[in-house]
């Protein structure tokens, strides 16, 4: 019987250890990440492939508009296919308004956004994490969620924070590095 459980007592303490593991190497990622990249970014990943977090589409935001960009190799398409968007999807997506809020013209909207949704969606898929959340009426933070339980944020100021839940949850922390948050949701 004490076999048994010192058995049970094992796997309980190697299952732990792993997942502290994959805690540690999520936030040493996320740590080494392009944070910038992610300001004023909402993603959140909607299938996993082959063991990879993978989003269809995320929100930037941008002088109090919101522009919703598509990750176009999420539904196969290549950008000479205009329509292949509308035909894979109901979303409207704000392709054009966006480049031509970067300074970009009509005819070079799609290869503009399509450049930029794959520099995001590839710096996500790398972190391999549920989601990021960086809006304005949160502030100026950039928020990873590793998990259905766990973040890790990037918070330069706390005073820049406007949500005051997030505000008060930064404050009752301890900083685990420069700017760097983590606990549990």
């Not at 004490?2 to 094992?10: A, M, P, S």
């Not at 950008?79 to 409207?92: A, G, M, Q, Y």
């Not at 308004?97 to 503009?112: E, N, V, W």
């Not at 922390?173 to 606990?183: A, H, T």
């Amino acid at each position: 019987m004490k076999f048994y459980l010192f058995i049970v007592f094992f796997v309980v303490l190697i299952s732990c250890n792993k997942n502290q593991d994959k805690s540690n190497n999520s936030l040493e990622l996320i740590k080494s990440s392009n944070v910038t990249l992610f300001e004023d970014v909402s993603i959140e990943a909607r299938k996993i492939v082959e063991g990879k977090h993978i989003s269809p589409f995320f929100k930037k935001y941008k002088n109090g508009k919101e522009y919703l960009l598509p990750n176009f190799e999420y539904y196969g398409c290549n950008i000479e296919l205009v329509n292949c968007l509308k035909e894979n999807t109901n979303k409207k997506f704000d392709i054009i308004s966006y480049a031509t809020s970067k300074g970009k013209d009509s005819l070079t909207a799609y290869d503009f956004v399509n450049e930029y949704s794959k520099t995001v969606n590839t710096e996500f898929e790398k972190l391999n994490i549920k989601s990021i959340v960086s809006k304005p009426n949160i502030g100026e933070c950039v928020i990873y969620f590793i998990n259905e339980k766990e973040y890790v944020a990037y918070v330069p100021d706390i005073n820049m924070v406007k949500n005051t839940n997030w505000r008060n949850r930064f404050n009752k922390k301890k900083p685990i590095d420069n700017f760097w948050y983590q606990g549990e949701y």
